[in-house]
C-alpha cells in the first residue's frame, strides 16, 4: 500500500527566506503526489500536483515542488516565505491503480516576521 | 459554485453513543471519501464512495460505516463511541475515482466530534 513521511512535525522560517518542507513517498507504480495546505478550523485546500512531466511543478501562492524518484521525494518549496504561509502542510500520494489517496502526518509552518 | 458541505460542524456525544455525520459534495462530483484527523495521526483514511458503491476501506473498526446515497451526499456511522474517537472528520469530494489517479479532492470544513 501506499504511503507518505513527511519528517518533520515543525518547520521554523523568517519572512522573506526560502522554505522547505520535506516529504517522502512509497508507493508500487507511478506516483500522484500531492501537496494540501489548512488554516486553523478549516479543511484542506489544494496547493499543487505532480502527474508526470516536468519533475518541478508550479502551485498556488508562489509554492512549487519537485518530484526526485530515485529519492522518492516531493518536497515544497517557496523562495520567499511570507507570514500568512504559517499553516499545516499535507503530503499525500494515490497510485495508479485506483487505491485512495494517502496522507502524511502534516508538517507545521511557522513563518516569523 | 458551493463547495464541500459538512454537518453537523461540532457535536458533543458520550462514551457508547452512535454518531451520525452529513457530507454534501460538490454538485457533479461523484466520489466521496472520509479522514480522520487527529493530532497525533494526522490524516486516516475511512473509506471511498463512487456511485452508492464503497470502492476502498481504510483500516478502521467496523463500528465505522459509511453509505452514498443517489445523489451523491454521503454519510458517515459512528456506533459504541469510544473516546479515542473524538477527532475531527473531513469528508473531501472528487469528480470522479479512481478513473485518473490525478483527481484532485476538494474539502469542506469537517466536523469536530468530542466524545465524553
Known amino acids: 500500500a501506499q504511503s507518505v513521511a513527511q519528517p518533520e512535525d515543525q518547520v521554523n522560517v523568517a519572512e522573506g527566506n526560502p522554505l522547505t518542507v520535506k516529504c517522502t513517498y512509497s508507493v508500487s507504480g507511478n506516483p500522484y503526489l500531492f501537496w494540501y495546505v489548512q488554516y486553523p478550523n478549516r479543511g484542506l485546500q489544494f496547493l499543487l500536483k505532480?502527474?508526470?512531466?516536468?519533475?518541478l511543478v508550479k502551485g498556488s501562492y508562489g509554492f512549487e515542488a519537485e518530484f526526485n524518484k530515485s529519492q522518492t521525494s516531493f518536497h515544497l518549496k517557496k523562495p520567499s516565505a511570507l507570514v500568512s504561509d504559517s499553516a499545516l502542510y499535507f503530503c499525500?500520494?494515490?497510485?495508479?491503480?485506483?487505491?485512495?489517496?494517502?496522507f502524511g502526518a502534516g508538517t507545521r509552518l511557522t513563518v516569523k516576521p | 459554485k458551493a463547495g464541500v458541505t459538512q454537518t453537523p460542524r461540532y457535536l458533543i456525544k458520550t462514551r457508547g453513543q452512535q454518531v451520525t455525520l452529513s457530507c454534501s459534495p460538490i454538485?457533479?462530483?461523484?466520489?466521496v471519501s472520509w479522514y480522520q484527523q487527529t493530532p497525533g495521526q494526522g490524516l486516516q483514511f475511512l473509506f471511498e464512495y463512487f456511485s452508492e458503491t464503497q470502492r476502498n476501506k481504510g483500516n478502521f473498526p467496523g463500528r465505522f460505516s459509511g453509505r452514498q446515497f443517489s445523489n451523491s451526499r454521503s454519510e458517515m456511522n459512528v456506533s459504541t463511541l469510544e473516546l479515542g474517537d473524538s477527532a475531527l472528520y473531513l469528508c473531501?469530494?472528487?469528480?470522479?475515482?479512481?478513473?485518473?489517479?490525478?483527481?484532485?479532492?476538494?474539502f469542506g470544513a469537517g466536523s469536530r466530534l468530542t466524545v465524553l
Open positions: 473531501a469530494s472528487s469528480l470522479l475515482a479512481g478513473v485518473s489517479g490525478a483527481n484532485v479532492l476538494t
Open positions: 454538485s457533479g462530483h461523484r466520489s
Open positions: 505532480y502527474i508526470t512531466g516536468d519533475n
Open positions: 499525500a500520494v494515490r497510485d495508479n491503480n485506483n487505491n485512495d489517496m494517502r
